[in-house]
């Protein structure tokens, strides 16, 4: 099942809006449904960035704690990048705001280059 959960209104109708323009570019139905977030429970920590978590080397060289790995912005950010979901120029834009060294930014296109093959 796949879902979108909100908190209000706005966010209700962006949903809606969102599943009726995706809705137009499929031919079968998008059937994600749209429910209002209740009580939420965190995964257990394993489950937590889990695709950085299998980039062990790079998240040892981050220093995070469980608990760091599960509020960073930047572990949130990295997570998505070795999963193969942000372009190199995407990476660009946010690499000043990460803080990475230079074996981490070249670990992270490294990762980007095998989900992106020129």
């Known amino acids: ?59 040892n060289s981050l220093g995070l704690n469980d608990k760091q790995v599960i509020t960073s912005h930047v572990a949130c950010r990295l997570n998505g990048y070795v999963g193969g979901y942000g372009s190199e120029d995407q990476f660009d834009e946010d690499l000043p705001k990460l803080g990475l060294s230079k074996e981490q930014e070249e670990f992270v296109r490294n990762c980007i280059d095998q989900a992106y093959p020129a």
């Open 1 to 59: 099942m796949s879902a979108i959960f909100y908190h209000n209104e706005e966010q209700k109708e962006a949903a809606e809006k969102s599943k009726e323009v995706h809705q137009k570019k499929k031919m079968r139905p998008v059937v994600t449904k749209i429910l209002k977030a209740e009580t939420f429970y965190d995964a257990e920590n394993y489950h937590q960035k889990y695709l950085l978590r299998n980039k062990r080397a790079l998240l």
